[in-house]
T-cell receptor, first 115, second 118 residues
Framework: DQQVKQNSPSLSVQEGRISILNCDYTNSMFDYFLWYKKYPAEGPTFLIS?????DKNEDGRFTVFLNKSAKHLSLHIVPSQPGDSAVYFCAASPISNFGNEKLTFGTGTRLTIIP | DTGVSQDPRHKITKRGQNVTFRCDPI?????LYWYRQTLGQGPEFLTY????????KSRLLSDRFSAERPKGSFSTLEIQRTEQGDSAMYLCASSLGTSGILGANVLTFGAGSRLTVL
């Protein structure tokens, strides 16, 4: 049961253009959503997060949009740079009062920025 | 503090052997997680510690797997009688955790320990 889905295994974008990565989820209990970036031979690195009470969060070139009714979120990267080439994972967690929320990850999208 | 450290980075073993992985989390983090990642998949949750207490285990963690965090600092993940299906990247992560009102529980991952079972 894949609760977090990234339906595009790969995406190629020209340098300077916008990259849009998509993620869908099925569990209505998810309240926080995170994006991680992974380079080869490294662990995933946190990029940006959004709470379910918001519909947008922006950090520099990275913006995450959340459509809670559609259970869909997207990560926009603009302008795209060669260093953005990596695998991007969408992750989600519920809120609890214990602070031990484990993350459920999607299968990832490999982004390639073409110079 | 250089982040989350994992050792060894790569382990090749024969089927039936035991292997142990070590994780040193960020020192001020009281929560420690083990995940497994196989080819083409995202990280899958295995188990979680708060300080030295193991609070949750995934059904993916069969009885051949055992994890400890004896003093609430470093953790070990042991796999007994390894099988070829155990071949994967084993990722350790740590976090400060948070209550729901303070924001997302951001996990900081190590580089992983890759296991190859022949």
């Amino acid at each position: 049961d894949q609760q977090v889905k990234q339906n595009s295994p790969s995406l190629s974008v020209q340098e300077g253009r916008i990259s849009i990565l998509n993620c869908d989820y099925t569990n209505s209990m998810f309240d926080y959503f995170l994006w991680y970036k992974k380079y080869p031979a490294e662990g995933p690195t946190f990029l940006i997060s959004i709470s379910s009470i918001k519909d947008k969060n922006e950090d520099g070139r990275f913006t995450v949009f959340l459509n809670k009714s559609a259970k869909h979120l997207s990560l926009h990267i603009v302008p795209s740079q060669p260093g953005d080439s990596a695998v991007y994972f969408c992750a989600a967690s519920p809120i609890s009062n214990f602070g031990n929320e484990k993350l459920t990850f999607g299968t990832g999208t490999r982004l390639t920025i073409i110079p | 503090d250089t982040g989350v450290s994992q050792d060894p980075r790569h382990k090749i073993t024969k089927r039936g052997q035991n292997v142990t992985f070590r994780c040193d989390p960020i020192s001020e983090h009281n929560r420690l997680y083990w995940y497994r990642q196989t080819l083409g998949q995202g990280p899958e949750f295995l188990t979680y510690f708060q300080n030295e207490a193991q609070l949750e285990k995934s059904r993916l963690l069969s009885d051949r797997f055992s994890a400890e965090r004896p003093k609430g600092s470093f953790s070990t993940l042991e796999i007994q009688r390894t099988e070829q299906g155990d071949s994967a990247m084993y990722l350790c992560a740590s976090s400060l955790g948070t209550s729901g009102i303070l924001g997302a529980n951001v996990l900081t991952f190590g580089a992983g320990s890759r296991l190859t079972v022949l």
